[in-house]
């Protein structure tokens, strides 16, 4: 369930695929509270992360110009901060994360630290959370006058230390197999790929590393991240798994935290983590497929895809049996169309261009869907992040949790599941299912939960997401005590706080320039619906 599904089904949660010169300042490094230990490994690791911690505030982050071939120009810098690979062991192998920033764009008085940024995934980088300033993007203007925009890779995404579970030109090689089985035969066959799959994330990038590619771990490494920055306390926006990053940081760490908005929040609940909560998200995409299509109905006269929802469906399961018999332009077949079409459950702003192809493809221009959706193979640099994305995805949730080892129970529910909710079910159950077979043990999600220290968190969340069902924001907002809840009602994009609504952006700048939230938890009409 990658936070940023990457276009080619590559990367939910969310899918479905992400600072100044640090002075030592005065108590940059607090002790690990009681919340972060849960058992005896848990006290090695809290000793481990204030052990780091403390030796990052020390070292600082050593600013330069960024690598030509990362893509960030002048003004943005780039730096490395040195985590432990096992915070049990904090004198041990260290991983190097890369870590970048600009500085705010107010005066000094205006200063409030730095915003450090994750996108989701996992395997999402937020390398690129600068550029909203260079970019001049207006929705964030008033944050970056306060606010040092932090981006990082976190561990073993992009250039920290990045893993990899199959040949990057293997793993985006098109057409795949059809998500949706015809026989028990198409069964054995992906339980087969899944299972190969599993064993080259060993292979490749080795059962220590991949023991350590937890989100606890990745929560441990946002506060060292917190100490080489110079910073007391921690301010931070979290997107899709981003927000199970931020609930998880401020369960461990309470007193660490300063502000922290959540957009578009997976359920922490230990039951949903993670099995559950693919399954759930099957569920939410169908939903959201659905007011995608009443769209297209509504804008027949651009589009001519049909004048209701099922007119469209009927269009799209005539393409999709099209493309099953014969792949179009030898590369399209089921499974790539899925890569593709799924990005308008997933966000707004895919509406259009996803509607357009579409419309191409079933007036008898095929090229487009071909240049959408079919990979680039000279694109070397592009598939090996895409694969790298894919490969963190899997690794986390599948080490984050216990997940069913029985083919039975993964066949029952996900049969059960696709009567209903076909569009997505089978592709997001093969996508997960290397976890039934994952090569190293798997760990016990944090209970999330309200610690003393924990300040006011603003909640933010669509009721129509698909990526990250709306129960999942409910869920948090009961966990955490004195959070604030601000529903987008009627509305499905995923990753909210970056739209044009007035509503929700003059609240998300208020609570990073003051701190201040409503009194109560608030109701927002929804952005505007994309205009062909």
């Not at 403390?54 to 120009?73: H, L, Y």
């Not at 992906?190 to 991949?210: F, I």
């Amino acid at each position: 369930m990658r936070g940023n599904r990457a276009k080619r089904r590559t990367t939910a949660l969310g899918s479905a695929g992400v600072l100044v010169t640090a002075t030592l300042m005065a108590g940059a490094v607090a002790a690990p509270t009681a919340s972060a230990s849960a058992g005896h490994g848990r006290d090695r690791e809290a000793r481990g992360a204030a052990i780091a911690a403390e030796r990052a505030a020390k070292a600082g982050i050593d600013w330069q110009d960024c690598p030509a071939d990362w893509g960030f120009t002048k003004p943005i810098q780039c730096g490395w901060v040195s985590v432990p690979l096992d915070y049990a062991h904090p004198y041990g192998k260290q991983l190097k994360l890369a870590v970048d920033r600009i500085g705010n764009t107010g005066t000094k008085e205006e200063r409030q630290g730095a915003l450090v940024y994750n996108p989701g995934g996992p395997g999402g980088s937020g390398m690129r959370f600068p550029t909203r300033v260079t970019n001049k993007n207006p929705i964030w203007a008033n944050a970056a006058k306060a606010y040092d925009f932090v981006g990082f890779d976190p561990r073993g995404v992009g250039h920290s230390a990045p893993i990899s579970c199959i040949d990057p030109q293997e793993f985006v090689k098109a057409p795949k197999m059809d998500p949706v089985p015809d026989s028990e035969a198409d069964k054995t066959a992906q339980r087969k790929l899944a299972r190969e799959y599993a064993e080259g994330c060993a292979e490749r990038s080795g059962t220590a590393m991949l023991r350590q590619m937890t989100t606890p771990n990745t929560v441990r490494d946002l506060d060292v991240i917190r100490a080489a920055l110079g910073e007391k306390k921690l301010n931070y926006l979290g997107v899709s798994y981003g927000t199970y990053i931020g609930a998880v940081y401020g369960t461990m760490f309470p007193g660490h935290l300063r502000r922290m908005i959540v957009d578009s929040v997976v359920n922490p609940s230990r039951e949903k983590i993670w099995y559950q909560a693919n399954l759930d998200q099957d569920v939410a995409f169908e939903g959201r497929w659905k007011d995608w299509e009443d769209w297209v109905a509504a804008n027949d006269a651009a589009f001519h895809l049909g004048t209701t929802r099922d007119a469209v469906q009927a269009k799209w399961l005539q393409l999709r049996a099209t493309a099953k018999k014969s792949p179009i332009g030898g590369v399209v077949g089921p499974a790539e169309l899925i890569s593709f079409f799924q990005s308008a459950p997933y966000y707004d702003s895919s509406w259009v261009p996803i509607a357009t192809v579409f419309s191409k493809v079933v007036a008898g221009d095929t090229q487009a869907l071909v240049d959408a959706a079919a990979p680039d193979m000279s694109d070397t640099a592009g598939n090996i992040s895409a694969e790298n994305g894919n490969a963190v995805y899997t690794a986390v949730e599948c080490t984050d949790a216990k997940w069913p080892t029985s083919w039975k129970k993964w066949d029952k529910d996900n049969t059960e599941l696709n009567k209903n909710y076909p569009f997505m079910t089978w592709a997001n159950a093969w996508m997960n299912l290397p976890c039934a077979t994952w090569p190293v043990k798997q760990q016990t999600p944090v209970n999330v939960k309200t610690h003393k220290g924990l300040p006011p968190v603003m909640i933010v969340q669509s009721t129509n997401d698909a990526a990250t069902p709306y129960d999942g924001a409910v869920e948090l907002h009961h966990r955490f005590k004195g959070s604030r809840l601000i529903t987008e009602k009627d509305a499905g994009s995923h990753g909210v706080t970056g739209l044009l609504n007035p509503c929700i952006n003059q609240r998300v700048d208020t609570y990073l320039l003051t701190g201040q939230l409503d009194t109560a938890d608030v109701t927002c009409t929804p952005h505007a619906t994309p205009k062909p």
